[in-house]
């Protein structure tokens, strides 16, 4: 009894100790829904509002901003960095407009027009530089965007550049972003290149499904995103993909798991399963291969433990990393034999069913010995056989991401110059990426399907460095190196004048007397249109002469007082 004394008070000393030493978090939280040039969005000061309230309860430092201009943007921003210091934990959430321009991200202030490329450094705020600030302040940063949204400020942008640069791409939602600080989360409401769903309720998908989650206790901040994933998917019928880009190396828990509480001194502590232990080697391996974030590294966790505890995560990071679909073989281990025994059976009745035995990923075929005992009753005895340990079980195929090949195809088809029709990067395998992917093919001659995007049209447009196809311009503009400029309207109109030809005078250029005894003229070369006249003789007194029409010689009668009359052969 005395030592189940000392071991409780050691416990309750253990937690003092955790909470006097607890990590420090700081968040910043904005949501701008109220935009001055486009409509407003219904969920975002609810999101922010509702995350806000959410944080605060798991004992995060919050910072709210609201409907935020420029100015007020950069400014909140500001105290945010001030804040970090000395920080552990920050974290940043966004629910309102962005874009991608080049394939960087800029949020959206309430007062943005976006007319203009070169108002948009005032307009917005660069995604990258909060997360290069965060890392510069704390060893673990958690970014979560609802910035996915319909923009129809981004539309507005591309009608103002299309005219300026045909280089410059405007993209449909958030672009891929690479952490490159260490421990650092960044989570899209959709996959990237890809738009979100406001909802119908107070909060979008993705935060209504952030704010059921994050209060559960041990549930790890990757896994606990891959739930919200699943959430959004049956809740928008998979038309929205959340996703995940991860530098982590540690475990982060919103809510930690509660520590188990003795009730009563135990009279023996009975030994732990060993089923359900976890392999101490297995999970440094395990944190290793996730944190690597990479698919060579999850395979080879597969390879090395095929039934271990992480299995399950595993094959998704596998699906979601292991893009060119490469099989995998992964040796099943050897099962000890094992030989039940059915009960008697009655005699002359019929042998009883087997009993259903539990699904396994390997099918074990049995066959079942009847063996006489006596004469009069008969013992089933099921006898497995195991497969030998070398036999593979082959992971399924995973096909490649049709979307990312085709947003990266369509970039490069602009970059040689085939992109042209209004073509976007935007994933979205449309008549006008099939058209851009003709006109290249008809120039290289290097592709045999041109309908789809493959990896092997990729790699056919990445292996030209320079441009493949002309520069078309359209009506009102012009060429000026290789950028198409719009010409003013007075141009035009010079342009038009001169590229008109002269009116002539005459519908005849007559060409002069050929000199006595010189031979006739030869016929005109093809495609001539004018005529001409040359007199036969000097003393001509009826008008003869020759004429040609095209490339016929003909002779004419010009009689004084009388019609004149054109003979041709």
């Avoid at 597969?302 to 990393?321: M, Q, Y």
């Avoid at 281990?333 to 009655?346: D, G, K, N, S």
Wanted: charged fraction near 20%.
């Amino acid at each position: 009894m005395r030592r189940y004394l000392v071991a409780t008070l050691a416990i309750i000393g253990c937690l003092a100790a955790t909470q006097a030493f607890a990590e420090r978090r700081v968040a910043l939280v904005v949501g701008n829904a109220q935009y001055a040039h486009t409509p407003a969005l219904p969920n975002p000061r609810n999101d922010a509002q509702d995350i806000a309230d959410v944080l605060k309860k798991v004992g995060f430092e919050v910072t709210v901003g609201l409907d935020l201009n420029q100015t007020s943007f950069a400014r909140i921003i500001d105290d945010f960095a001030r804040a970090l210091e000395g920080a552990d934990v920050g974290l940043f959430f966004y629910a309102g407009h962005g874009l991608q321009i080049n394939e960087k991200n800029y949020l959206v202030s309430t007062e943005a027009k976006l007319e203009s490329a070169f108002l948009v450094p005032s307009e917005t705020i660069e995604l990258d530089a909060i997360i290069r600030l965060m890392e510069s302040k704390t060893s673990t940063n958690l970014v979560f965007l609802d910035a996915c949204r319909n923009n129809p400020l981004v539309d507005n942008l591309k009608r103002n550049m299309a005219a300026i640069s045909r280089s410059t791409t405007v993209g449909r939602g958030l672009a891929r972003v690479e952490p490159v600080g260490r421990d650092t989360l960044v989570a899209f409401s959709s996959a990237p290149g890809q738009e979100a769903a406001d909802g119908h309720g107070r909060n979008s998908p993705f935060t209504a499904s952030l704010l059921r989650h994050i209060p559960k206790p041990g549930l790890e901040v990757s896994v606990m995103l891959k739930e919200v994933a699943a959430d959004v998917r049956q809740e928008t019928r998979n038309v929205q993909r959340p996703q995940q880009l991860s530098d982590m190396s540690n475990t982060f828990y919103f809510v930690k798991a509660a520590p188990a509480v003795l009730a009563a001194p135990p009279a023996a502590m009975p030994p732990a399963a060993p089923n359900n232990a976890v392999d101490p080697v297995e999970m440094a391996f395990w944190q290793s291969a996730d944190a690597a974030n990479e698919c060579e590294s999850i395979r080879a966790y597969l390879r090395r433990f095929p039934n271990g505890k992480f299995v399950d995560l595993a094959h998704i990071s596998e699906r979601r990393l292991c893009k060119a679909g490469t099989e995998v073989a992964i040796a099943s281990p050897q099962r000890p034999p094992t030989a039940p025994v059915a009960p008697a059976l009655i005699p002359g009745a019929a042998p009883a069913a087997p009993a259903p035995s539990p699904p396994s990923p390997i099918t074990q075929p049995s066959s079942v010995l009847t063996q006489p005992t006596g004469g009069a009753t008969n013992v089933a005895v099921a006898a497995p056989t195991t497969p030998p340990a070398s036999t593979p079980v082959v992971a399924p195929v995973v096909p490649p991401d049709v979307t990312d090949i085709g947003r990266k195809l369509q970039k490069e088809l602009v970059r040689v110059g085939c992109g042209v029709g209004g073509l976007e990067a935007d994933g979205t395998w449309n008549a006008a990426s099939r058209e851009a992917l003709r006109s290249f093919n008809e120039r290289t001659r290097s592709l045999t399907m041109v309908d789809q995007p493959t990896p092997e049209a990729l790699e056919a447009v990445r292996s030209h460095k320079d441009r493949v196809c002309p520069t078309t311009c359209g009506p009102g503009t012009e060429l000026r190196g290789n950028t198409c400029v719009a010409v003013p309207p007075k141009t035009q109109e010079r342009s038009r004048h001169a590229s008109r030809p002269p009116e002539r005078e005459h519908d005849r250029a007559v060409r002069p007397q050929r000199e006595p005894g010189r031979a006739d003229p030869a016929p005109r070369p093809s495609g001539s249109q004018s005529y001409a006249n040359v007199p036969i003789s000097p003393n001509n007194r009826n008008g003869e002469s020759w004429i040609y029409v095209g490339n016929k010689r003909c002779k004419t009668f010009e009689p004084p007082g009388s019609a004149p009359r054109v003979i041709c052969p």
